[in-house]
Each structure stands twice: as structure tokens, then as C-alpha cells.
């Protein structure tokens, strides 16, 4: 479902979006399919149970399981918004792993790996992932949207000779 960003009128004083992409019915249809692919993101990555309730905010263990219950037997569940924005942090994050690595072995050592980087200290990238914050999340996610884009990090084996086209590697015919 599109989203439509509404205008800012002078009778408002921000832009804003469309309220019903957050209906019951659209977090319905989205809350099963996230939700089993969190949940194999998390095998993955070696998530504990803990560390997956962290992603997830915080949700009591009992509300953890029987949502992942309900996914799996592809019965009705509506994550809350919160819930589904976490997966979709983490289902980013994966994504640009695949992206900016070779194997998954290599982006799974990355994020588990120390980096050098100011926003982590020192300290692995899935510890900003764990930390139960949102905030985390998508620190992690925006980092590697960056990396994707050339910043941040050096290249990885695939791209490390590559050298950018010229003019006279072009031909007209």
C-alpha cells in the first residue's frame, strides 16, 4: 500500500502521513510475514531469546511466544507499530549485510565484530542492536544505508579494484 505524505496547509503546522497505514487491518497483513522473517534473521545471527526481546522492545516472554506461534502457523496477529518498525530496522540491516558483503558469514562477523567507528566505541554494531532502543536500531541501520552509499567503510574483496569508467570507455555504435 503507497503511502501518501500529505502537505503542510497554513492551517497545519507540519506535514504529516496518512493515519490509516497504522489501521489494524494493514499491521495485520504485515505483522505475520515480518515476524517470520525476523525470526530467521535472528537464527542467523545467533540472537539469544533475550537478545530478541530486546529487538523486538521488550514484549513480556509469554506475548514473545505466542506471537511467534501465530506466525509460524500463519494465524492472525497484529504486532504494534513500535514492534513492526524494529523489524523493519532489522530486516534493513540484514539487507545491507547481503549487500555490502560477500557471504553472510562476513556480515554476521561484522556485526558482532569490534568497530572503529565513533557511533559504536569500540564495541560490536549488534550491541547497538541489542541494546532494547530503537534508537539503536536504526543507528546501525542508518550506518550501513551510508556504507551502502560509499561512505564509512573501506571496500569489500568484490570491489577492491574496481575503478570508476572514463570517457573513453565509452562507445558509441
Known amino acids: 500500500?503507497?503511502?501518501?505524505?500529505?502537505?503542510?496547509?497554513?492551517?497545519?503546522?507540519m506535514p504529516f502521513l496518512d493515519r490509516a497505514r497504522f489501521a489494524a487491518a494493514n499491521r495485520r497483513s504485515l505483522s505475520?510475514?515480518?515476524l517470520r522473517a525476523f525470526v530467521a534473521v535472528a537464527d542467523q545471527w545467533g540472537l539469544t531469546e533475550v537478545d530478541r526481546m530486546?529487538?523486538?522492545?521488550l514484549p513480556s516472554r509469554s506475548t514473545y511466544y505466542g506471537w511467534v506461534k501465530a506466525a509460524r502457523?500463519?494465524?492472525d496477529v497484529t504486532l504494534p507499530v513500535d514492534t513492526l518498525l524494529r523489524i523493519s530496522a532489522v530486516l534493513g540491516i540484514h539487507k545491507a549485510l547481503r549487500i555490502l558483503?560477500?557471504?553472510?558469514r562476513e556480515g554476521i562477523d561484522w556485526l558482532r565484530g569490534p568497530h572503529a567507528a565513533l557511533v559504536f566505541a569500540g564495541r560490536p554494531p549488534i550491541d547497538l542492536v541489542t541494546s532494547g532502543t530503537q534508537d539503536g536500531l536504526l543507528t546501525?541501520?542508518?550506518f550501513l544505508d551510508a556504507a551502502r552509499g560509499g561512505?564509512?567503510?573501506?571496500?569489500?574483496?568484490?570491489?577492491?579494484d574496481f575503478r570508476p569508467l572514463t570517457d573513453a570507455d565509452i562507445v558509441f555504435v
Do not use: W
Not at 558483503?101 to 553472510?104: C, D, G, I, K, V
Not at 561512505?151 to 577492491?160: C, E, Q, R, S, T
Open 73 to 75: 502457523q500463519h494465524q
Open 1 to 13: 500500500m503507497p503511502v501518501e505524505i500529505l502537505t503542510a496547509t497554513p492551517q497545519t503546522a
Open 140 to 142: 546501525v541501520r542508518r
Open 32 to 34: 505475520g510475514p515480518g
Open 151 to 160: 561512505l564509512y567503510m573501506p571496500p569489500n574483496a568484490a570491489d577492491i
Open 101 to 104: 558483503f560477500q557471504t553472510e
Open 54 to 57: 530486546l529487538v523486538l522492545g
